[in-house]
């Protein structure tokens, strides 16, 4: 049950000031209407969502005012990589070592498009070596301090958009979501 909650949470990790009506969240989680209207009364009911009618819509958005919102999101962001790695098997030894860093998997690997022959589109947030050995894939590595993540998500730089809007957290799921928290309570 839980997990239809997470695909509905889902829609707003790439912009959490997203609003959304009842329909498009419907169609883009891919839950029947009547499901969807279900789950969406039920995080109303514990503050994690609010909506505001627009016209003749009623809209949808995260209450970034409720700390059990962004733990929500943190659970979301843990979900997607669960998906991820049962669609991706190689990650899991991957990922059993011991890693520091923030990594965020971007590009047609996190839209789940990728063959044997993609590259792996990697952002690292952070220090610390990587057991790229484990991984069959050709890296495409962007590596950043966590500084320049900040400073790059304030900027609204363009890859930093990019990479928001499809892409699978490996690890740090908390450090991540917290900066985009940040972030969104600022702006």
Same mark, same amino acid.
């Given at each position: 049950?839980?997990?239809?909650?997470?695909?509905?949470?889902?829609?707003?990790?790439? &912009?959490?000031?997203?609003?959304?009506?009842?329909?498009?969240?419907?169609?883009?989680?891919?839950?029947?209407?009547?499901?969807?209207?279900?789950?969406?009364?039920?995080?109303?009911?514990?503050?994690?969502?609010?909506?505001?009618?627009?016209?003749?819509?009623?809209?949808?958005?995260? &209450?970034?005012? &409720?700390?059990?919102?962004?733990?929500?999101?943190?659970?979301?962001?843990?979900?997607?990589?669960?998906?991820?790695?049962?669609?991706?098997?190689?990650?899991?030894?991957?990922?059993?070592?011991?890693?520091?860093?923030?990594?965020?998997?971007?590009?047609?690997?996190?839209?789940?498009?990728?063959?044997?022959?993609?590259?792996?589109?990697?952002?690292?947030?952070?220090?610390?070596?990587?057991?790229?050995?484990?991984?069959?894939?050709?890296?495409?590595?962007?590596?950043?301090?966590?500084?320049?993540?900040?400073?790059?998500?304030?900027?609204?730089?363009?890859?930093?958009?990019?990479?928001?809007?499809?892409?699978?957290?490996?690890? &740090?799921?908390?450090?991540?979501?917290?900066?985009?928290?940040?972030?969104?309570?600022?702006?």
């Amino acid at each position: 049950m839980y997990q239809k909650r997470y695909k509905i949470l889902e829609l707003y990790l790439s &912009n959490f000031k997203e609003k959304y009506y009842l329909r498009q969240i419907s169609a883009l989680s891919r839950l029947p209407l009547r499901t969807t209207q279900r789950l969406l009364n039920e995080l109303e009911k514990e503050k994690i969502i609010k909506s505001k009618m627009e016209g003749k819509n009623k809209y949808y958005f995260l &209450n970034l005012q &409720n700390i059990k919102t962004k733990l929500y999101l943190i659970i979301a962001e843990i979900n997607k990589t669960i998906n991820f790695i049962e669609k991706y098997k190689h990650f899991k030894s991957f990922l059993k070592e011991k890693i520091d860093a923030c990594l965020v998997v971007f590009g047609s690997f996190s839209t789940y498009k990728a063959d044997i022959n993609s590259d792996l589109d990697l952002l690292i947030i952070g220090n610390g070596d990587l057991p790229y050995y484990l991984l069959p894939y050709k890296i495409h590595q962007i590596k950043i301090t966590k500084k320049q993540f900040e400073k790059f998500l304030s900027e609204g730089q363009a890859l930093i958009k990019e990479i928001l809007e499809n892409h699978v957290i490996l690890t &740090n799921h908390s450090y991540f979501v917290n900066k985009l928290w940040e972030y969104y309570e600022k702006s």
